[in-house]
């Protein structure tokens, strides 16, 4: 009897391991299907944007790494060793660590991060007058993007 459960038990576990993973073909969609929108170089996206804080396009690029699978959260290349931090608007999606490495299509809204002028958070009672906190855009902070389809490109 313990024969035959360690032969069951041999099987099973061979053709578990014997699973082959298909690869993530060009064209899967992840949320919406992007549309037919001019999409952008991810290394030129903030020359796009020029003194815009929030833009709605599509990009292409690399996704460099999966942070979160669920809810789809990972991080693109945008050059000069510049990060662009996305997420999916919809946190239904799985976004599986296969896409590592891959080039994509997204489109969604583009943001830049508001910075305080003294690199302090909002206190809301400041001073008025020169020391008055204002907003700017930070030229070297990253861009955001949410995302609401991704497409394999390559």
Partial sequence: MKKLALMVFIFVGIHCFAQQHTPLPHGMVFGDKPNNIAPVPATK???FMGKKIRQTT???GTIIS???EKG???????GDGKLIAAHFKNYNITLPKAITGRGVIIE??????LIADDMQHFAGDTV?????HREKVNPRARITFEVRGLM???
């Fill in 72 to 78: 789809g959260w990972f991080e693109m290349d945008a």
């Fill in 58 to 60: 599509a990009i292409t």
């Fill in 128 to 132: 008025v007058g020169a020391k008055q």
């Fill in 66 to 68: 999966v942070i979160k």
């Fill in 108 to 113: 969604g809204v583009a943001q830049r991060v």
């Fill in 45 to 47: 996206i903030e020359a």
């Fill in 152 to 154: 394999v490109d390559r």
